[in-house]
């Protein structure tokens, strides 16, 4: 079954893989995007490339802060799903302008769940993130675990979002799944993300900073299985609810930098830091609400995505 479908936060790495993906199975995709500064633009133009040659897709530059952008959007394509996924990204600088996370992330989501009552579109996909967890001590994480105690702006602003959608689905049941992406990797990855980080500085004989002592960990997901839980949503979207997205797996920072050196072939110089503020001890996703819920399985371990991501590289 094909959808219209509008994605937000589209040139970047989550939402340019989702379009190609979206394209791939004949539906109608309008994509917007701001180009935020956050990294190179260019990254990102060159995430639209093969997107922008498909007829059946529409990509139009503007930002979610500005609500006459969004209603003339959402006026023109008359979407019937659609999936949230820009924001401002990163813990660390959360902490630095966290009015500016707030902007984006909680008055933008609030943007377009007011369009999409003004043109009477009733079902949308949320962007969560695992950060909501805070630094939970009870593993795996679940959705019912009490996420009151967030420990950056950008997870506070993530769980503001969660509350908004909330809102919306009871004043005037849309149905909304908020799905909480858990530390995702692979192809078109943010520069300022670890596997990212620490790959390329590998291949260039560079220095990696650790924070910490290298015992933090995280559930690892690769780009692929969170494509496959973004389409299952869509396939069985219907009230609200909210739903983990990860591998359901760990590795410890310091074996990751272990796998890498492995794939990379390169031996690893490392300089240790102390851990940073809004960094969480670890990441652990119970997934088996999305298995019930929405067929999610994810499919890739993470020596295997690490060698598909490697093998993506443009040295």
């Known amino acids: ?20 993906s979206l394209l791939k199975t004949e539906n109608q995709v309008m994509g917007i995007d701001n180009f935020d500064s956050f990294y190179d633009r ?10 922008l040659k498909n007829p059946r897709y529409r990509f139009t530059e503007g930002d979610i802060r500005d609500p006459l952008f969004i209603d003339d959007c959402l006026t023109s394509f008359r979407p019937e799903i659609i999936i949230h996924l820009a924001a401002k990204a990163g813990v660390r600088p959360s902490i ?12 933008g989501t609030l943007n377009i769940l007011e369009a999409m009552k003004k043109n009477s579109i009733n079902k949308m996909i949320f962007a969560s993130s695992s950060s909501v967890y805070g630094n939970n001590t009870k593993v795996p994480f679940s959705e019912t675990d009490n996420v009151d105690y967030p420990i950056s702006p950008y997870a506070a602003s993530k769980k503001a979002g969660e509350l908004l959608c909330h809102t919306y689905h009871s004043l005037y049941r849309f149905d909304i799944f908020c799905l ?10 943010r520069p300022d993300l670890a596997i990212n ?25 690769y780009i692929d299985d969170i494509i496959q839980g973004i389409t299952g949503s869509v396939n069985n979207l219907k009230g609200y609810e909210i739903i983990n997205l990860g591998e359901s797996k ?8 272990s796998v890498l050196e492995k794939y990379t072939k390169k031996k690893a110089r490392l ?16 997934i088996s609400k999305a298995k019930k819920l929405i067929n999610y399985m994810p499919q890739v371990d993470i020596e295997t995505g690490i060698q598909n991501y490697i093998k993506s590289l443009e040295y």
């Open 197 to 221: 980080k620490f790959t390329r500085a590998l291949l260039k004989d560079e220095q990696i900073l650790l924070y910490g002592d290298g015992s933090t960990s995280r559930d690892y997901t």
């Open 250 to 257: 760990t590795i410890s920072l310091i074996n990751l930098v």
């Open 180 to 189: 909480r992406f858990f530390t995702v990797y692979g192809s078109r990855q």
């Open 96 to 107: 630095i302008d966290p009015q500016e996370y707030f902007n984006v992330n909680v008055t």
């Open 42 to 51: 260019t990254i990102k133009e060159h995430n639209l490339i093969e997107a």
């Open 271 to 286: 300089k240790y830091l102390p851990m940073q503020d809004g960094d969480v001890i670890q990441t652990f996703a119970d």
């Open 1 to 20: 079954m094909t959808h219209r479908i509008f994605v937000t936060g589209a040139a970047g790495f989550i939402g340019s893989n989702l379009v190609d």
